[in-house]
């Protein structure tokens, strides 16, 4: 169970809803995911989709819980105000916090989300932002209250998978709120290696809304997040410079 706040959820694979073509392989992506959680731009949705059919409107909302994100914020105020728009409009209290502090790397605002972080604790939401894999940023954040982290494996829709396993590795041995690996994700590898390093979940989209084929790339990374969670509590032997032969070799008769 991925317990984030007063929420509790089965499956450890939050799926993003930006990028996608065509709605209805958007909706069998979902479905093929197993997703509980549902994240999209609030900003989006309310100002450049207005009137037109969203794709939240295909789904069985009872199903999953929507996690509106703060992302075309760059000011800890905009962040703020996109999420108290959200909450009023009836969404879920989650946000991710998403302060964007450079239009190239889409690189998270440091000061900027902590500051919208410190804003939106006050005011009673449950707080996930969305950061680098920076150790002590991670730390202070848990220390202000945040629900989880959201550190990126790489920069959003860069597909470069985990760059600094060894931050990512820090970041979680030292958390105590969950950890939902965000961002850059390309492939089932990727996500089954950020749950082997003991990540709660992992976030992506444009792995799945950027592939061929959607729908079986969402069931791929499902399979890969269950997988690395198995590995992961099943605990993983440890790297050893030699070899260590796997039959034994007491008995052997020698010639
Ligand atoms: C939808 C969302 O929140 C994205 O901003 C998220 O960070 C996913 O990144 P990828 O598209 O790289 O998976």
């Known amino acids: 169970m991925l317990h984030i706040g007063k929420y509790e959820f089965n499956s ?126 991670a730390k202070r954040l848990q220390l202000l209250g945040v629900h989880a982290v959201m550190p990126g494996a790489s920069p959003i829709g860069a597909g470069r998978g985990i760059i600094n396993p060894y931050n990512l590795e820090i970041v979680i041995e030292q958390a105590v709120v969950p950890v939902i690996v965000d961002a850059g994700l390309r492939s089932p590898k990727d996500a089954a290696y950020a749950m082997e390093l003991g990540a709660d979940g992992v976030l992506l989209n444009t792995a799945v809304s950027g592939s061929h084929d959607p729908v079986s790339m969402a069931k791929a990374m499902r399979l890969g997040v269950e997988a690395g969670r198995l590995a992961y509590t099943a605990g993983m032997i440890p790297v050893k410079r030699y070899a260590a032969a796997s039959s034994p070799a007491e008995g052997m008769v020698h010639t």
């Open 12 to 137: 450890r694979l939050l799926l993003g809803t930006g990028k996608f073509t065509d709605m209805q392989v958007q909706s069998q992506a979902v479905e093929a995911s197993g997703t509980e959680i549902l994240t999209f731009a609030v900003r989006r949705l309310d100002l450049e989709e207005a009137g037109k059919q969203h794709f939240l409107d295909t789904l069985d909302l009872s199903k999953y819980t929507l996690l509106p994100n703060t992302a075309g914020a760059s000011t800890a105020e905009e962040a703020v105000r996109i999420a108290e728009l959200a909450r009023a409009s009836g969404l879920c209290d989650m946000i991710k916090v998403e302060v964007i502090g450079d239009g190239v790397t889409l690189l998270p605002d440091p000061l900027e989300t902590y500051k919208a972080c410190s804003i939106l604790l006050e005011k009673g939401f449950t707080v996930l932002p969305y950061i680098s894999d920076d150790v002590i940023l």
